[in-house]
C-alpha cells in the first residue's frame, strides 16, 4: 500500500515562508512525477507545481518566482518551498506522485490528505 504524507502546513504572515513536505512510503518500483495541488473554499482544485524524475519543474503562472519544487528521489520526497506568500495563497495543499508498484503494470496518482496554508495577519 502506498501513502502521501504532507506535512509543514500552518498559519503565517503576508509575506512569510514555509516549507511544505511530503513522503511517498510503501513498495514503489518508480515515481515519475511528484508535484502538489491547492484548493481554496469554494474554488477549485489547482495544480501548484509539478517535478519529474530528472528534476525538471513546472509552475502555475501565480507562483512563478515565489516558489519552488524540488524532490528527493532516494528519499521519495517532495518539497515546495513558498516565500512572500499572499492571503490568495490561503488552500488546503495536497502531494500527490504518478507511482509505479511491484504489483501494477501501469503508473497510477497517489494523493496525500493534505495540509492547511493560511496566509493571514
Known amino acids: 500500500q502506498v501513502q502521501l504524507v504532507e506535512s509543514g502546513g500552518g498559519l503565517v504572515q503576508p509575506g512569510g515562508s514555509l516549507r511544505l513536505s511530503c513522503a511517498a512510503s510503501?513498495?514503489?518500483?518508480?515515481?515519475?512525477?511528484m508535484g502538489w495541488y491547492r484548493q481554496a473554499p469554494g474554488k477549485q482544485r489547482e495544480l501548484v507545481a509539478h517535478?519529474?524524475?530528472?528534476?525538471?519543474?513546472s509552475y502555475a503562472d501565480s507562483v512563478k518566482g515565489r516558489i519552488t519544487i524540488s524532490r528527493d528521489n532516494a528519499k521519495n520526497t517532495v518539497y515546495l518551498q513558498m516565500n512572500s506568500l499572499r492571503p490568495e495563497d490561503t488552500a488546503v495543499y495536497y502531494c500527490?506522485?504518478?507511482?509505479?508498484?511491484?504489483?501494477?503494470?501501469?503508473?497510477?496518482?497517489?494523493w496525500g490528505q493534505g495540509t492547511q496554508v493560511t496566509v493571514s495577519s
Open positions: 500527490y506522485g504518478l507511482i509505479t508498484t511491484p504489483y501494477e503494470l501501469r503508473e497510477l496518482d497517489y
Open positions: 510503501g513498495t514503489i518500483f518508480s515515481i515519475s512525477l
Open positions: 517535478i519529474t524524475s530528472g528534476g525538471t519543474p
